[in-house]
């Protein structure tokens, strides 16, 4: 078992930024490649970013590319999004996630076993 939380989120202005952590607890946190999604009202979840267990490979949804940065430090069991030139459509609930397998980056949401609650990101105009 993983649990997850979230944290970070919050309300900012057009332009800004924010810093999304997920703390894990349960299995060995270094073994699992994770994800961070969003899901925004009367929308599908979205793929946001990836890294892999290593922190080695990481991989972005088109829409941020260039404006976030996924990274993890597994000594404090964390993975983290870096969110910068926010924009209002980025406004979501973003969560978390540790995938099923141990190796690799994941885009779909099938690949991932765990998830966390959800932190809301609202991005005002």
């Known amino acids: 078992q993983v649990q997850l939380v979230e944290s970070g989120g919050g309300l900012v202005q057009a332009g800004g930024s924010l810093r999304l952590s997920c703390a894990a607890s349960?299995?060995?946190?270094?073994?699992?490649?994770m994800g961070w999604f969003r899901q925004a009202p009367g929308k599908e979840r979205e793929f946001v970013a990836a890294?892999?267990?290593?922190?080695?490979?990481?991989d972005y949804a088109d829409s941020v590319k260039g404006r976030f940065t996924i990274s993890r430090d597994n000594a404090k069991n964390t993975v983290y999004l870096q969110m910068n030139s926010l924009k209002p459509e980025d406004t979501a609930v973003y969560c978390c996630?540790?995938?099923?397998?141990?190796?690799?980056?994941?885009?779909?949401?099938?690949?991932?076993?765990?998830w966390g609650q959800g932190t809301q990101v609202t991005v005002s105009s």
């Open positions: 890294i892999t267990k290593s922190g080695g490979t990481t």
């Open positions: 349960g299995r060995t946190f270094s073994s699992s490649p």
């Open positions: 996630a540790a995938a099923s397998s141990m190796y690799g980056v994941w885009r779909a949401p099938g690949a991932y076993a765990y």
